[in-house]
């Protein structure tokens, strides 16, 4: 099977797509493999998404295969548990590999097979120069490197060096494998690059039974070719290491261990660059160890995880994929075009409840302490098919604080002294008095409410009123934490110089840090919502899209994040900051 039944999810055409037909039409591939490669180092982030649902959905249009496959060559940076969160969110985007899950290390004795090969063919050495003499004599862009001392030893000393290597007679740094191209050549990918380094380190999956690691470099290639990939579909920044990538397959199936005809090829696209995040792991790993979020699934982070916390949905992120394309260049997408994708999904599916943020007391003056009233509400608007639910509406009341003014400005026309407002799925309501604490501020409204003249139910439409407020019951009420998440950052480019400021200026990408990105309340909402479970969405009338949290949750007491408000709040003026 494919790695997705999302057929919906493929993409649209792209310069990938009409590579891959032409491809299938000229009968240079017999089928469609391709495969996402992540390293076991840390959690995936939003870039991932994109390549994600551009691998798997492209096996998925042309009916192939798209395998997940860790590149764990590296094993003082990997952990089980990268490996666990990985393949998580890769099928909580919907997508699944079926049987055609791979580790790099899968191939290590095969790896290490072909490279004797290399050596046996004159195409690779052993170079016992320390890593910063290979620095020294790299060159540069414009003057070509030089010679290693160690570059013409003989096939037979190479052999029995990395035969040594292998066995752990070395430590780490003396010595590396080293393939021999070209010191001059103008790809410093292509200056002899390092293919094999000592490390001696336990790994996650194979312990102690190796102390030489393939570089990614090396690995990546052969990997693809051992499984069959067709195409090889990476980032921008990894152009200039297709040369090594083809140099390396074909050498290899040189020696006899591929079907020349049948060699997986690299084709690039343009990574994901987006406003008001960072994406590089560096960065990320700053954010965690220095307190400035609570971890990898802070809701404010832009990992897959922390995303999947705060509530965004696995079809909204297809969404964005979808709409951002496929294109060769750079290029930048607002922040703003993710949390739309986001709205337009969970406004389709999200459930309507009614909680009030900033409450205010409103107290019923003709209805009885101990009545209480069952108003109807609809499910979903759009979706009449969802039923309705029932709002417990009693003598006192909560109503957000912005409802009520007692010096009204023009065009207010919430609850006001001398007015009317409609209560939302229940009555008509006359402002009768109001009171005051001993700071001044409004700590009570009294009113008394309108029935329907001709029907004595709530709603008295007979009544003309141009403000609608929403309202939860005090008695019946659910009290919960709420947590209104924004953007992690206040500036579009985190880190980055702003209009005015000197070139040589350097800053901290930290400083950008939007100081309101996180504000925790304790507020009542409709008790229904008590019963929530861990993931469910809804919409807050008038407050946006909230998800119970899937950590803190509990039965019967599940709390809320604010997934993205309703409408953009954010605005950016000349230094880019919340507006």
Request: glycine share 6%; aromatic share 10%; with cysteine.
């Amino acid at each position: 099977m494919s790695a997705s039944p999302l057929a919906a999810s493929a993409p649209p055409s792209n310069f990938l797509t009409h590579v891959i037909e032409t491809d299938l039409q000229a009968g240079k591939v017999v089928a469609i493999v391709t495969r996402f490669p992540p390293e076991p180092n840390g959690y995936l982030h939003f870039g991932h998404a994109k390549s994600i649902c551009l691998n798997f959905g492209l096996a998925a249009r042309y009916g192939g295969l798209c395998h997940l496959r860790l590149d764990d060559t590296n094993p003082t940076k990997e952990d089980q548990e990268y490996v666990d969160a990985i393949e998580e969110a890769v099928r909580w985007l919907g997508f699944d590999w079926g049987s055609h899950h791979y580790f790099a290390s899968d191939y290590f004795e095969r790896l290490y097979g072909f490279a004797v090969s290399l050596i046996k063919e004159g195409q690779a050495y052993v170079d016992s120069q320390s890593a910063e003499e290979i620095r020294a004599r790299r060159g540069t862009l414009t003057q070509p490197g030089e010679d290693s001392p160690f570059r013409n030893r003989s096939i037979e000393e190479n052999l029995d060096l990395f035969a040594r290597m292998r066995a752990g007679e070395f430590a780490d740094g003396s010595h590396v494998l080293r393939a021999k191209i070209d010191m001059a050549s103008p790809n410093m990918n292509m200056r002899d690059p390092v293919l094999y380094r000592i490390r001696h380190a336990h790994h996650h999956r194979t312990g102690d039974a190796w102390c030489i690691y393939p570089l990614y470099d090396y690995a990546h290639p052969l990997s693809d070719a051992i499984e069959g990939i067709s195409h090889s579909i990476c980032t921008l920044e990894f152009e200039d290491h297709r040369p090594l990538y083809d140099w390396l397959v074909e050498k290899v199936a040189q020696a006899g261990h591929f079907n020349v005809r049948r060699l997986p090829h690299q084709y690039e696209f343009a990574r994901l660059n987006l406003t008001y995040v960072v994406l590089s792991k560096r960065k990320l790993v700053e954010l965690v160890e220095s307190g400035a979020v609570a971890g990898w699934d802070d809701p404010r982070m832009p990992t897959l995880v922390a995303a999947r916390r705060r509530g965004y949905t696995p079809a909204g992120f297809r969404r964005f994929v979808e709409q951002g394309g496929v294109s060769k260049s750079d290029g930048w997408i607002d922040y703003s075009v993710l949390e739309q994708c986001m709205r337009d999904h969970l406004n389709e599916v999200a459930p309507r409840r009614v909680a009030v943020l900033d409450p205010l007391k409103l107290v019923v003056e003709n209805l009885e302490a101990d009545v209480v009233i069952d108003c109807e509400a609809p499910n979903h608007p759009q979706h009449p098919e969802l039923g309705k639910r029932v709002l417990a509406f009693t003598r006192a009341l909560w109503i957000e604080r912005e409802d009520f003014m007692a010096e009204p400005t023009k065009g207010f026309f919430r609850l006001m002294p001398g007015g009317r407002v409609r209560l939302k799925y229940g009555f008509v309501a006359e402002y009768v008095s109001h009171a005051t604490d001993a700071t001044g501020q409004v700590s009570e409204v009294r009113v008394r409410i309108f029935e329907d003249s001709k029907s004595g139910t709530p709603g008295a439409d007979s009544y003309k009123v141009k403000g609608v407020i929403h309202w939860v019951s005090a008695e019946k009420a659910y009290w919960t934490e709420v947590r209104l998440y924004d953007r992690l950052f206040a500036s579009p480019l985190p880190g980055g110089h702003r209009p005015g400021d000197p070139p040589e200026l350097e800053r901290d990408f930290k400083d950008d840090l939007n100081p309101q990105s996180l504000t925790a309340l304790r507020v009542p909402m409709e008790s229904s919502l008590s019963r929530a479970r861990a993931e469910d969405r809804f919409q807050f009338e008038r407050h946006g899209y909230f998800v119970a949290d899937r950590v803190d949750s509990q039965d019967g007491a599940p709390v809320f994040n604010r997934t993205v408000t309703l409408k953009d709040s954010w605005a950016v003026n000349t230094e880019g900051r919340h507006g």
